[in-house]
């Protein structure tokens, strides 16, 4: 199954969803802020011009976090920010080359040690609060500083710009940054969702979502489909 879709932030501007929907895009992963509680400028409008015009979404968190209680004051921020909206989708943590950048800037060396407590701390405050928890990645840091222990614990969003991921188990692929969509000025990531995540976090009873869209017998286990594949 390949389920095709975005990621947006403000820095996409303002958005025509009813066209981004018409496009064929079947889900959006929105950015509903960063750091220590800044919300995305154009998160409120986005999510609510997805759940307006029915399109799944989920959230990531850019992570500017150097220790584990702010990776988790972080997802707090997250929870809080997003809890009004229908999120269908994981809430992912971001954390990457600039948040390393930041936290060297004020003197701490993110160890792989410490970016894995990190992702971990940030996922598990997100499951505590009843949303399902996904964590940000390229390659590279797949290979220096993500502990193998996340993998089968946590979904994996997956960057790589390649006509094919050079990882499996992934729940979804970022393959681009160059795309376009309609409803959209100039380019956009563009991403791959191998599962129904919206079906099977709903089945989960996660995401405060009561809806199952499907019968039961439609829809796999989360773990046996997201966690445990290979």
Not at 71 to 93: F, G
Not at 217 to 222: F, L
Request: net charge negative; charged share 25%.
């Amino acid at each position: 199954m390949s389920i095709h879709g975005i990621d947006v932030s403000e820095f996409q501007g303002n958005i025509n969803w009813a066209q981004v929907k018409a496009s064929g895009i079947q889900f959006a992963m929105l950015r509903a802020g960063y750091g220590s509680g800044t919300i995305d400028l154009q998160f409120r409008k986005n999510a609510e011009g997805c759940n307006r015009e029915g399109i799944p979404c989920g959230v990531y968190w850019f992570s500017y976090a150097y220790t584990s209680e702010m990776a988790r004051q972080e997802a707090e921020q997250c929870i809080e920010t997003i809890e009004e909206y229908e999120i269908s989708y994981p809430v992912c943590i971001d954390f990457e080359y600039a948040s390393v950048r930041y936290a060297e800037s004020l003197g701490v060396t993110v160890t792989r040690e410490l970016a894995a407590e990190i992702v971990e701390a940030f996922c598990r405050r997100a499951e505590e609060l009843g949303y399902f928890a996904m964590y940000y990645s390229n390659l590279d840091y797949l290979e220096r500083y993500f502990d193998a222990f996340l993998r089968p614990r946590y979904a994996l969003w997956y960057a790589q710009y390649a006509p094919e991921p050079e990882t499996n188990g992934q729940a979804v692929w970022q393959y681009r940054d160059d795309g376009h969509v309609d409803g959209i000025s100039g380019s956009v990531d563009m991403n791959i969702a191998y599962y129904d995540l919206a079906e099977v976090i709903s089945r989960a009873g996660l995401n405060r979502l009561k809806e199952v869209r499907r019968t039961p017998e439609a829809a796999p286990e989360p773990n046996d489909v997201i966690l445990k594949a290979r």
